[in-house]
């Protein structure tokens, strides 16, 4: 199991996908949505900036995606990946109307899910997709807790 990354190390991280990305309409500039009051989204900072079309191609050269597509979010994602032993997937798709959003396989590798986790369940729509991961547990962080609990009632258990 790898050792999760501090916190305070990485330069700059992704939003955590949420389960409300699917409702959430469609992708705004993160300066528009935090003059609004609210926070960005994971899809506003995918949308708008980074610098990747749904186009691009994961080019089949080892386990990184192109560093240029992530602007300065390249060191966090560099580091998932090698954590990961995979390539991010390109997080953005065309809509049915052409436009950009989020990609349900980007925000799956995000969570640390196993690729298809989610996004191969037959008959999930694009925003159920989003839903669902948004909802759920990075397992890396999981298991970090659970190993750490245990750690702690194995030595209360030892001074009883």
Known sequence: MARLFPRDRADKLFKTPTANLGSNGSAQHPDKRKAGGHGPTLED????????????????????????WWGEFAPAVYR????????????????????????????????????GWVTSVPGLTHREKLERIGNGVVPHQAYAAFRDLKAKLDAARAEL
């Open 45 to 68: 900072e995918v949308v708008f900036l980074l610098n990747v079309t749904p186009e691009d191609e994961l080019p089949d050269d080892g386990p990184h995606s192109p560093a240029e």
């Open 80 to 115: 998932w990946e090698k954590i990961r032993q995979t390539a991010a997937p390109v997080p953005v798709i065309r809509g049915p109307r052409g436009g950009v959003k989020l990609n349900p396989e980007f925000a799956e590798w995000l969570m640390g899910l196993e690729p």
